[in-house]
């Protein structure tokens, strides 16, 4: 018997995720009739991540998320500061989906990274758990750690910073 995650079979889920990574597809609605229906669409950089509502508290989300926004906005630039953003100095370590911020591979353990530490591409700085599949995150440059922007456990949204890299 195959696994199901909320009674969707795994492969499927694993199928559509792939679409995703192997093309530009921005949507997929999936139905099979009594049993499930799926809409999944692509979190774009330029457009501002809202939590799912129930259809009856739509208008109200809707109204209020203008202002929300700009608030949520200030909380995820404040640790890559300012002093951060010269782009021929500092690379900033982004998180690929939405999940949680894990500084080590097992609970209580040694951080991947800290402040002054120096990376390579390969070098693994920290785990964004997403739908129970662990991400491991790499530097993808070379360079001194000088920021981290998370804490352990902490919730992150895709394209939020996790790390600056002063780089090599």
Same mark, same amino acid.
């Given at each position: 018997?195959?696994?199901?995650?909320?009674?969707?079979? #795994?492969?499927?889920?694993?199928?559509?995720?792939?679409?995703?990574?192997?093309?530009?597809?921005? !949507?997929? !609605?999936?139905? !099979?009739?009594?049993?499930?229906?799926?809409?999944?669409?692509?979190?774009?950089?330029?457009?501002?991540?809202?939590?799912?509502?129930?259809?009856?508290?739509?208008?109200?989300?809707?109204?209020?998320?203008?202002?929300?926004?700009?608030?949520?906005?200030?909380?995820?630039?404040?640790?890559? #500061? #300012?002093?951060?953003?010269?782009?021929?100095?500092?690379?900033?370590?982004?998180?690929?989906?939405?999940?949680?911020?894990?500084e080590?591979?097992?609970?209580?353990?040694?951080?991947?990274?800290?402040?002054?530490?120096?990376?390579s591409?390969?070098?693994?700085?920290?785990?964004?758990?997403?739908?129970?599949?662990?991400?491991?995150?790499?530097?993808?440059?070379?360079?001194?750690?000088?920021?981290?922007?998370?804490?352990?456990?902490?919730?992150?949204?895709?394209?939020?910073?996790?790390?600056?890299?002063?780089?090599?």
């Amino acid at each position: 018997m195959s696994k199901t995650v909320c009674g969707i079979d #795994a492969e499927v889920l694993k199928e559509i995720g792939d679409i995703f990574a192997k093309t530009n597809v921005e !949507e997929i !609605e999936l139905e !099979e009739e009594d049993k499930f229906y799926i809409k999944v669409s692509r979190i774009r950089p330029d457009m501002p991540v809202m939590a799912a509502a129930p259809a009856a508290m739509a208008a109200p989300v809707a109204a209020a998320a203008p202002a929300a926004v700009p608030a949520a906005a200030a909380p995820v630039a404040a640790p890559a #500061a #300012a002093q951060y953003d010269n782009a021929d100095k500092y690379h900033k370590i982004l998180s690929p989906v939405i999940g949680s911020y894990y500084e080590s591979s097992t609970p209580g353990g040694n951080p991947f990274v800290k402040v002054g530490d120096t990376v390579s591409p390969d070098t693994t700085v920290c785990i964004v758990e997403a739908m129970k599949v662990m991400n491991e995150i790499k530097a993808e440059i070379k360079g001194k750690i000088v920021s981290v922007a998370k804490s352990n456990g902490e919730s992150v949204l895709a394209n939020e910073v996790l790390f600056v890299v002063e780089k090599k």
